[in-house]
C-alpha cells in the first residue's frame, strides 16, 4: 500500500475522532460544567492520536532495517499496525473526557512544543548550511592562500590541464568580483531607495483612497515579475538605449554595462522598499501626526519631523531587504552585465558579481574537490558574512533610534 494512502486515511481518521470526541464533550457539557471547552476536546483526540500513530510508522521505518535487517515489515502490515496504534491511543483519550480533564492545556503545550520544533529545525538548518558551507571553502582555502582570494585583483578560476595550456591561470583574486556586487547594488538602491520611498510617501498621506487603491497593487506587480523577463528587458531595451545615448554624447558604453544591469534592479526592487515603508508609515501612530499638526506644522513638516523618524527603523528594514535582494540577484546581471570579472569603478563597463560567479563555477562537469569548484562555497561564505554585517549595522541603527524615541 502506498505511503500516500497511510497518512491521508489517518488524517481522515483524525478528523473522524475529532467529532466524536467533541460529541461527548458536548453531552458533558449540558449536565455538568467542563474544564475546557468541547473543541479542546476534540482537538486533543485528534492530535494525540495522529501524532503517535505517525511516530510509530516514522521509527519503524527508520530502525526496521538496523534492528531487523532481515525482517521488513509490508506496507499493508504497517498500515493495519498504524491503525491499531491510532485506535488504542484514540481509545485512551477517549476514556478521558470528563468534566475535569484539563484539555486546553494539553493543547496547548502540544502547540508550544511544536512551535519550538519549529525554530529548532530552522536554527538546526541555518548551522548546517553555515557548516557545510565552512567545510567546503576550508577545503579551498587548504588549495589557495586566503589573502590571495580576498585581496587579489585577478579572477581567473581556471585550472590548467597541462603546463602549456592558455588562458587557465588559477587566479582566484575575488576584488572584482565584489567590487561588480557592489556597484549594481549601489546603482539599485540609487533607483529603488528614493523612488520607493516617495512612493510611499504620496500614497500613505497625500494619495485618495481610490488612488492608492489602483497604484499599490500595481507597484507591487512588480516584485511578481520573474526575474529572467527583467533580464529580458534590460537586454532589448535598456542595454540598447543606454549605448545608443553614450553615442550620442561620444562616449563608448559596453553591450553589457553595470548601469544596465543597476537600472532594471532598481525597478525590480522598489515594490520591496515601497511596500515596506508604506505599512511602516500607516503604523504611526495618528495622534503623532495630530499633535504636529495642531502645534502648526505643515504636512510636509509632519512627514520629515515626525512621521519619517518614527517609521524609521521599518523603512531601515525596506532599505536592508532591497539591498540583500540586490546582492542576491543573478539572472539579471548575467544577461545585462556579463561575467567579465572586472576590477572598475566605472558602471559603464562590464562586471559581474559573487552570485553570477557562484552559478558559473558549479555549473559543469568539473571534479567537485577541484579549487575551481570549490571556489563557490568560498564566495558563499563570503557573502553570507557580507550580508550578516548588513544585518548588524541595520540592527544598531535602529537600537540607536529606539532610545530616541521611545
Given at each position: 500500500?502506498?505511503?500516500?494512502?497511510i497518512?491521508?486515511?489517518?488524517?481522515l481518521?483524525?478528523?473522524?475522532?475529532?467529532?466524536v470526541g467533541?460529541?461527548?464533550?458536548?453531552?458533558?457539557?449540558k449536565?455538568?460544567?467542563l474544564?475546557?471547552?468541547?473543541?479542546y476536546?476534540?482537538?486533543?483526540?485528534?492530535i494525540?492520536?495522529?501524532?503517535?500513530s505517525?511516530?510509530?510508522?516514522?521509527?519503524?521505518?527508520?530502525?526496521?532495517?538496523y534492528?531487523?535487517?532481515?525482517?521488513s515489515?509490508?506496507?499493508?502490515?504497517?498500515?493495519f499496525?498504524s491503525l491499531l496504534?491510532?485506535?488504542?491511543?484514540a481509545?485512551?483519550?477517549?476514556?478521558k473526557?470528563?468534566?475535569?480533564?484539563?484539555?486546553?492545556e494539553?493543547?496547548?503545550?502540544?502547540?508550544?512544543?511544536?512551535?519550538l520544533?519549529?525554530?529548532?529545525?530552522?536554527?538546526?538548518?541555518?548551522?548546517?548550511?553555515?557548516?557545510?558551507?565552512?567545510f567546503?571553502?576550508?577545503r579551498?582555502?587548504?588549495?589557495?592562500?586566503?589573502t590571495?582570494?580576498?585581496?587579489?585583483t585577478?579572477?581567473?578560476?581556471?585550472?590548467?590541464?597541462?603546463?602549456?595550456?592558455?588562458?587557465?591561470?588559477g587566479?582566484?583574486?575575488?576584488?572584482?568580483?565584489?567590487?561588480g556586487?557592489?556597484?549594481?547594488?549601489?546603482?539599485?538602491?540609487?533607483?529603488?531607495?528614493?523612488?520607493?520611498?516617495?512612493?510611499?510617501?504620496?500614497?500613505?498621506?497625500y494619495?485618495?483612497?481610490?488612488?492608492?487603491?489602483?497604484?499599490?497593487?500595481?507597484?507591487?506587480?512588480?516584485?511578481?515579475?520573474?526575474?529572467?523577463?527583467?533580464?529580458f528587458?534590460?537586454?532589448?531595451?535598456?542595454a540598447?538605449?543606454?549605448?545608443?545615448?553614450?553615442?550620442?554624447?561620444?562616449?563608448?558604453?559596453?553591450?553589457?554595462?553595470?548601469?544596465?544591469a543597476?537600472?532594471?534592479?532598481?525597478?525590480?526592487?522598489?515594490?520591496?522598499?515601497?511596500?515596506i515603508?508604506?505599512?511602516?508609515?500607516?503604523?504611526?501612530?495618528q495622534?503623532?501626526?495630530?499633535?504636529?499638526?495642531?502645534?502648526?506644522?505643515?504636512?510636509?513638516?509632519?512627514?520629515?519631523?515626525?512621521?519619517?523618524?518614527?517609521?524609521?527603523?521599518?523603512i531601515?528594514?525596506?532599505?536592508?531587504?532591497?539591498?540583500?535582494?540586490?546582492?542576491?540577484?543573478?539572472?539579471?546581471?548575467?544577461?545585462?552585465?556579463?561575467?567579465?570579472?572586472?576590477?572598475?569603478?566605472?558602471?559603464?563597463?562590464?562586471?559581474?558579481?559573487?552570485?553570477?560567479?557562484?552559478?558559473?563555477?558549479?555549473?559543469?562537469?568539473?571534479?567537485?574537490?577541484?579549487?575551481?569548484?570549490?571556489?563557490?562555497?568560498?564566495?558563499?561564505?563570503?557573502?553570507?558574512?557580507?550580508?550578516?554585517?548588513?544585518?548588524?549595522?541595520?540592527?544598531?541603527?535602529?537600537?540607536?533610534?529606539?532610545?530616541?524615541?521611545?
Amino acid at each position: 500500500m502506498n505511503m500516500t494512502v497511510i497518512l491521508i486515511t489517518l488524517v481522515l481518521l483524525a478528523a473522524s475522532s475529532y467529532y466524536v470526541g467533541l460529541k461527548k464533550s458536548v453531552s458533558i457539557q449540558k449536565s455538568e460544567k467542563l474544564h475546557s471547552a468541547p473543541i479542546y476536546h476534540g482537538s486533543l483526540l485528534a492530535i494525540y492520536s495522529l501524532i503517535v500513530s505517525l511516530l510509530f510508522i516514522l521509527i519503524w521505518r527508520l530502525f526496521e532495517n538496523y534492528l531487523y535487517p532481515e525482517f521488513s515489515l509490508s506496507k499493508n502490515l504497517i498500515f493495519f499496525l498504524s491503525l491499531l496504534v491510532f485506535l488504542i491511543t484514540a481509545l485512551i483519550v477517549f476514556l478521558k473526557i470528563e468534566k475535569n480533564f484539563r484539555a486546553r492545556e494539553k493543547v496547548e503545550n502540544i502547540i508550544e512544543i511544536f512551535l519550538l520544533i519549529c525554530s529548532t529545525v530552522a536554527i538546526l538548518i541555518t548551522i548546517g548550511i553555515l557548516l557545510s558551507v565552512i567545510f567546503e571553502a576550508t577545503r579551498f582555502f587548504s588549495m589557495v592562500p586566503i589573502t590571495d582570494f580576498l585581496f587579489g585583483t585577478h579572477w581567473s578560476p581556471q585550472i590548467p590541464i597541462r603546463e602549456d595550456q592558455v588562458g587557465s591561470s588559477g587566479a582566484f583574486g575575488a576584488i572584482p568580483l565584489f567590487t561588480g556586487t557592489f556597484l549594481i547594488a549601489f546603482i539599485a538602491m540609487i533607483i529603488a531607495g528614493p523612488i520607493g520611498l516617495m512612493s510611499a510617501i504620496y500614497m500613505s498621506e497625500y494619495a485618495t483612497k481610490k488612488t492608492r487603491d489602483i497604484i499599490k497593487p500595481l507597484t507591487e506587480i512588480l516584485a511578481g515579475i520573474p526575474t529572467v523577463v527583467y533580464g529580458f528587458f534590460a537586454v532589448i531595451v535598456v542595454a540598447p538605449f543606454i549605448r545608443s545615448s553614450g553615442e550620442y554624447f561620444g562616449l563608448n558604453i559596453a553591450s553589457e554595462s553595470a548601469l544596465a544591469a543597476g537600472l532594471v534592479m532598481g525597478i525590480m526592487i522598489i515594490p520591496f522598499v515601497s511596500s515596506i515603508s508604506d505599512d511602516v508609515i500607516n503604523a504611526v501612530p495618528q495622534n503623532l501626526k495630530d499633535g504636529s499638526l495642531g502645534v502648526g506644522a505643515t504636512k510636509s513638516e509632519t512627514i520629515v519631523k515626525v512621521i519619517i523618524p518614527a517609521a524609521l527603523p521599518g523603512i531601515i528594514g525596506g532599505l536592508l531587504l532591497a539591498i540583500s535582494r540586490a546582492i542576491g540577484e543573478t539572472m539579471i546581471v548575467v544577461m545585462a552585465a556579463g561575467m567579465s570579472a572586472n576590477l572598475t569603478a566605472n558602471p559603464l563597463e562590464a562586471v559581474t558579481t559573487v552570485t553570477v560567479q557562484i552559478l558559473v563555477l558549479l555549473v559543469g562537469d568539473q571534479e567537485f574537490d577541484s579549487p575551481k569548484t570549490l571556489a563557490a562555497f568560498a564566495l558563499g561564505l563570503v557573502l553570507f558574512f557580507m550580508t550578516l554585517i548588513l544585518n548588524y549595522v541595520a540592527l544598531n541603527i535602529v537600537r540607536k533610534y529606539r532610545e530616541q524615541y521611545e
